[in-house]
Every structure is written in structure tokens, then in C-alpha cells.
């Protein structure tokens, strides 16, 4: 496998230029064709002569994922994307087009693992188990795919498909900060959101060097007893502690921080509002309910009565809706599978 181009810095591609005899600036054209143009190959690169296309294709690859499968959700536009790696794996992507954001942007979700070492109970994704972090250059791909084939340039990203991004830290920050680029693809920090089950050395780590990445904890369970079944990183890193040091540094280095909790019947009493009220200084945070993809999602009036019972934090509160059900796109249905039928429409590649 060729090393991809897309998985360096401009600083780091500078470099690489000059070792091959070429003047630094055709990085900053590289990264236009690249992330701004969504160029796949080095033969389109028309302002680089013929011998600098030919050194460029020898060493390094341009695009290190195949998109196999475009999957249309009929009930409500989410769309799927199934990718394949060099070394013949699947990783899955998902464009969340009923849920533009407050400025009208639509949000990409993208993976950072192939597999996933966390084995989180309600997630498909865990099922598979851990087989390897994607590269920079695979995380970046995903995005370029994505708006290739639908033509969409505005957009927000969340690192919230298959993988804990925390296990994959550099890359996911290294792809994060390309992203951000201004001759890139320009997202700003606010429009990219880190998602993470609560590994918290990686927090610390992430707090320390100020990133301002939208940062986001996924909770799930108030109870630590529950969350430990659920969510096995509670054994390791209990979400009191996690809490513990997110209320000691607000808005140390994340942007805006959000608590993911996915609703099932089980976990929206009282109780459970009471206690994600007492974990959590919430002055800096908002809150995400998430109602569950499956039958034991709770019923409308339910999730009404926990926000009520959530009220009492007096932060903002979204309930998001569950999306792309039909298509198993929805939070923690990604398994890198092809298609088995359903109601989801495929869209020719
Ligand atoms: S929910 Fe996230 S952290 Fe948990 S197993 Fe799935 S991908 Fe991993």
C-alpha cells in the first residue's frame, strides 16, 4: 500500500516537496486540489508539470478509499455511505440531512477505527471488535467522498461512526486540524465536534494542548452499576472521575461541550435526571437526548416527562431525532456491512 499524500500537514507536504526538487508553494496547491477542488488523482493536478505528476503518483497515493455503496433512507433522507480500505475492510459514513444545524448546515458523521475495542452493549460497531485505526488520510476521505457525490460544501463534521476517536487520538486531531485549514476545506473548529466515550487520559491530554474542537461525552447511564454493562469504559475510567475533571476545567480547551445520553425506557426516571444533574457543573454544557434505534426506544410522552425532570440542570436540552433507521445509520448501527434490504433506496456510485 502507497502512502497517501492526504496524510500530511502543509508544513509536512512543504517538505516533501522540496525533497523532490520542487518549490514549496505547490503545497498550498496540492491542498486546494485536494480538499477544496476534491481532485482524485495526481494526472488532474493540470498547474503541476508532467515529471512532478509522475514523482508524485511513484511515491504516494491520492484517494486510499473506495466508495462501494450510497444508501438513501426513505423516511427521512439520512444517507449511508460504505466505504472500502486498501487492505479490504469497511468503514461506513453517514450524512444526517433532516438535522441541519441552527445555520442550516447538515452534519457528516465519520468513523476513526475499523472496529472498535470498547464493546459498548447497544453498539454494532462493538460487535465487530477492534481491528485497526483508520489513517489520517481515510479519515479525510470519507468527507471528500461525501461531497463529491452530493455536491455539498457546507457542512458540519461529528467523529461520532465507527470507533472511539480518543484510541485513535493523533490522527483524529492531525485530520481535525486539516479540516480546519483555510486553503482546505475551511470547516471552522465550532463545526467539528470530538466524540468520546470518556477516555480520560485522552481528555486530559486534549484539554492540555486546547484544542477547540466541539468536544462530546457520551453518558448513557447515570447509574454507574448500569453504565459499567453498558458502557465497560466506566470500569476504567468511572464518569464521576471524568466529570469530576470536566467540571475543574470549564472551558479549558473545548469549545462547546455536549453529554450524549441515548434514551431507553430503562434510563429516563427522576432518578436519572437527578443524577446526571448532580455529576455535572453544568454552566458550560449542553445536553443531547438521543432516542434509542431499536423497539425498546421510549414513547414520546416519556421522553417529554425526562425533559421536564432534565429542566432542573437548566442548560439547553435538544432531542435529537433518531434518523436513518431503514438504512441502519442511526447512533450505533454502523457495522461496515453491505446492505441487506429494508425500506432504504441505493443510489448508483
Ligand atoms: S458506541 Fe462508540 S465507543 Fe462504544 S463500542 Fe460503539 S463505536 Fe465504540
Known amino acids: 500500500m502507497k502512502d497517501s499524500i492526504k496524510n500530511y500537514y502543509l508544513e509536512e507536504a512543504e517538505d516533501i516537496f522540496e525533497r523532490l526538487g520542487e518549490a514549496r508553494y505547490r503545497a498550498r496547491q496540492l491542498f486546494s486540489w485536494l ?17 512532478l505528476r509522475s514523482k508524485l503518483t511513484e511515491e504516494f497515493s491520492v484517494s486510499p478509499l473506495v466508495l462501494e ?12 455511505f460504505l466505504f472500502k480500505t486498501e487492505d479490504g475492510h469497511f468503514i461506513e459514513s453517514v450524512l444526517l440531512r433532516n438535522e441541519a444545524s441552527d445555520d442550516g448546515r447538515l452534519t457528516i458523521c465519520i468513523s476513526s477505527q475499523i472496529g472498535c475495542a470498547m464493546g459498548c452493549t447497544f453498539c454494532s460497531t462493538a460487535k465487530i471488535g477492534f481491528i485497526r485505526n483508520l ?52 470547516i471552522s473548529v465550532r463545526k467539528i465536534t470530538i466524540s468520546t466515550c470518556g477516555i480520560l487520559p485522552a481528555i486530559k491530554r486534549y484539554v492540555k494542548e486546547k484544542h477547540l474542537f466541539n468536544l462530546a461525552i457520551s453518558l448513557n447511564d447515570s447509574d454507574p452499576a448500569l453504565r459499567k454493562i453498558n458502557m465497560p469504559v466506566e470500569n476504567k475510567y468511572p464518569i464521576k472521575e471524568v466529570a469530576d475533571f470536566i467540571n475543574k476545567n470549564p472551558a479549558a480547551g473545548y469549545n462547546r461541550m455536549t453529554i450524549e445520553y441515548v434514551m431507553r425506557k430503562d434510563n429516563i426516571s427522576k432518578k436519572n435526571a437527578e443524577e446526571i444533574n448532580k455529576l455535572f457543573k453544568f454552566a458550560h454544557v449542553m445536553l443531547n437526548l438521543i432516542p434509542l434505534n431499536s423497539p425498546e426506544c421510549p414513547v414520546k410522552k416519556d421522553i417529554e416527562k425526562f ?16 434518523l436513518g433507521s431503514d438504512i441502519s445509520g442511526g447512533c450505533g448501527q454502523l457495522a461496515g456491512k453491505k446492505y441487506s434490504g429494508g425500506s432504504g433506496e441505493i443510489i448508483e456510485v
Not at 38 to 44: A, G, L, W
Not at 69 to 80: A, F, M, N, P
Open 35 to 51: 480538499y477544496a477542488k476534491n481532485v482524485s488523482s495526481f494526472d488532474d493536478m493540470s498547474n503541476y508539470s508532467k515529471d
Open 135 to 186: 489513517t489520517v488520510a481515510e479519515i479525510l476521505d470519507q468527507i471528500i467522498h461525501v461531497r463529491r457525490v452530493t455536491g455539498l460544501l457546507n457542512n458540519n463534521i461529528v467523529f461520532m461512526g465507527m470507533g472511539e476517536p480518543f484510541n485513535n487520538y493523533d490522527n483524529v486531531i492531525k485530520a481535525a486540524n486539516i479540516m480546519n485549514y483555510s486553503f482546505g476545506f475551511h
Open 69 to 80: 455503496e450510497r444508501l438513501l433512507s426513505k423516511i427521512d433522507g439520512t444517507e449511508k
Open 307 to 322: 425533559m421536564q425532570y432534565c429542566s432542573i440542570m437548566n442548560i439547553p436540552i435538544i432531542v435529537r431525532k433518531s
